[in-house]
């Protein structure tokens, strides 16, 4: 038995050498060698160094900022909409409540809940947990409710949160901190990883996810001046320029489309890799399907759709907002398609060396996500929780590589042919199909 093991390890091996080198390499992996690998790794890994090399001075600007947050000391609304999220509401206000940054109100807005959100709200509001309290007789959807919390906040600055997060105890201080650092910045993203990474397979891959495309991810693309998307479960906004721009834009999907405004609008946005935010992911995988296509939808809907007018000189481009725009449509759009016609021909042509291929490829993809886990470890703030998920970083090359491509290629397929996003119970039938109209 050893004997025939190691006639097929040195079968392998003959291959690396005859197949997989110089031209044979390249015209086999030129997906993952030319696309995937300088967006992916080799930017990441770029932008990593610059951070640690200019660790002294971000630290100089922050602790600048900070005296500067604490002089003006400005009021904060801390808002969540949401529904039937009573049973979290408790454990939001028990995270806000050991804040660093004290100067804030909370307005809770209940977008039609049918179980106990209102009794449980009300109860918190009278007892002094939450400051102000809106209940909307009929669902609206997210943005709606959001909308309502805008015209009853009173703080310089909103920052927007899922009700079923949980902050770190400086995550406010900490996601103020920029618009202080730069005027021109009016929108700053949190970093949001997840609660439960231990409860299952699904979402110790999701915290692996997240840690990359979210903490290194963004990080990397705000430093770049494309950052795209401030996640609903926790952004911070100057009141004045929400208000500006309409708040939110009712209809499914929030967190891209308030970004681009806010981009459009000549407004700078940032990312703040040190504030963080805790939720819940799903445990299953056919819900985490139904999640991320959902959220793949909204590429189509909004960045070709509503926002494709950055795309060419108006009052709206420049040259941030069209690049910003391009890296998310080619990268997380285009390239999937492509990607699905690299396997095709891949598969097609070499019927004869196929598993060599997956072997080698398997391979490449282990030692770049290797590379990868180990600048997550550099950026992240709380490594010595998170190191154990490096264990499952072989099987999260299947998860990115080819489970979640094909969520997206389904997603996008969708919107493109049939505009499904609109249909999905997740919004308000009514605000759907305004949102619908607007969107043509």
Not at 226 to 245: C, K, P, Q
Not at 335 to 360: P, S
Request: charged share 25%; net charge positive; hydrophobic share 45%.
């Amino acid at each position: 038995m050893l004997y025939y093991i190691f006639e097929y390890i040195d079968g392998i091996l003959d291959v690396l050498s005859v197949n997989f080198i110089g031209k044979g390499m390249i015209a086999t992996f030129w997906f993952l060698l030319f696309i995937e690998f300088p967006r992916y790794y080799l930017t990441d890994f770029l932008v990593a160094i610059w951070h640690g090399a200019t660790f002294n001075k971000r630290r100089r600007m922050k602790a600048e900022a900070k005296h500067k947050l604490y002089l003006e000391n400005p009021l904060v609304t801390i808002l969540a909409p949401g529904k039937n999220e009573g049973n979290q509401i408790y454990k939001l206000v028990t995270s806000l409540s050991e804040q660093t940054y004290r100067n804030f109100e909370i307005i809770i807005v209940d977008d039609g809940s049918d179980d106990t959100t209102p009794q449980i709200c009300r109860d918190l509001l009278k007892r002094g947990y939450i400051h102000k309290y809106f209940r909307m007789v009929e669902r609206g959807g997210k943005a709606s409710a959001a909308n309502c919390g805008i015209s009853h906040a009173t703080g310089k600055y909103i920052v927007h949160l899922d009700s079923d997060s949980s902050l770190d105890r400086d995550a406010i201080e900490k996601i103020l901190l920029p618009f202080y650092m730069d005027t021109r910045i009016k929108a700053v993203g949190g970093c949001v990883k997840v609660r439960n990474q231990d409860d299952t397979l699904c979402t110790s891959m999701q915290a692996l996810e997240y840690l990359r495309s979210i903490q290194v991810g963004r990080m990397v693309t705000s430093r770049l001046g494309i950052y795209h998307i401030i996640s609903g479960a926790f952004g911070a906004f100057d009141a004045d320029v929400l208000r500006e721009v309409g708040g939110w834009d009712i209809g499914p999907g929030l967190d891209g489309d308030i970004t681009q405004k806010i981009r459009k609008a000549g407004h700078k946005v940032w990312f703040a890799e040190d504030a963080i935010c805790l939720t819940n992911v799903p445990k299953k995988w056919s819900a985490l399907f139904k999640q991320r296509k959902r959220w793949s939808k909204s590429l189509v809907r909004f960045r070709i759709r509503k926002h494709r007018d950055i795309m060419w000189s108006n009052k709206n481009f420049s040259f941030s907002n069209m690049i910003s725009n391009m890296d998310n449509i080619l990268f997380d759009f285009i390239f999937n398609y492509v990607w699905l016609f690299y396997i095709f021909i891949l598969v097609l042509g070499n019927t004869d060396r196929l598993i060599e291929i997956l072997i080698v490829g398997f391979i490449l993809r282990s030692a770049f996500s290797i590379c990868a886990f180990v600048v997550m470890m550099c950026i992240s703030e709380r490594r010595r929780e998170e190191r154990h998920l490096g264990a499952f970083l072989l099987l999260y090359t299947f998860y990115m590589g080819y489970f979640m491509r094909l969520v997206r290629l389904v997603g996008h397929t969708e919107e493109l042919l049939l505009r499904t996003s609109y249909k999905d119970s997740w919004n308000p039938k009514k605000t759907s199909e305004i949102a619908q109209i607007e969107n043509m």
